[in-house]
């Protein structure tokens, strides 16, 4: 009888464990998506990066050249390149947020007509 009681107890508390790490997921991916995915009047730019990236590099160095300021986060480094990564559902990188676009990869037309969208000239470097 006892070893019974224990068994219920301690299925309980499995249950319980998994039930509030569930609900701990959703929260996070619900926080992160807040916080990342762009609103569709959103006008900032972001862009979710490594350092060792050849076409990371060729974007940040593009968006120097034409003076547009922007947020760049490293996804290997910092908490919260990682979260805007996950919460954009990257599975590569570059990622850029252009005002409510997203971009995934190193595609010029594609960056080049978000910007042109706010109002941004693009001149890539050479």
């Not at 120097?64 to 480094?77: G, N, W």
Request: overall charge positive.
């Amino acid at each position: 009888m006892a070893m019974t009681r224990r068994i219920i107890i301690i299925r309980r508390i499995l249950l319980g464990s998994a039930l509030f790490l569930a609900l701990l997921r959703l929260g996070m991916d619900r926080c992160a998506a807040l916080v990342h995915r762009p609103s569709k009047t959103s006008t900032k730019i972001v862009s979710y990066t490594t350092e060792r990236c050849p076409y990371c590099k060729k974007l940040r160095r593009d968006l120097a050249a034409s003076a547009i300021s922007y947020k760049d986060y490293d996804v290997e480094k910092t908490l919260q390149g990682q979260l805007g990564f996950w919460a954009l559902r990257a599975r590569g990188i570059p990622v850029s947020v252009i005002g409510p676009k997203i971009v995934y990869g190193y595609r010029i037309e594609e960056i080049q007509k978000a910007l042109a969208d706010l109002g941004y000239p693009y001149r890539p470097a050479d």
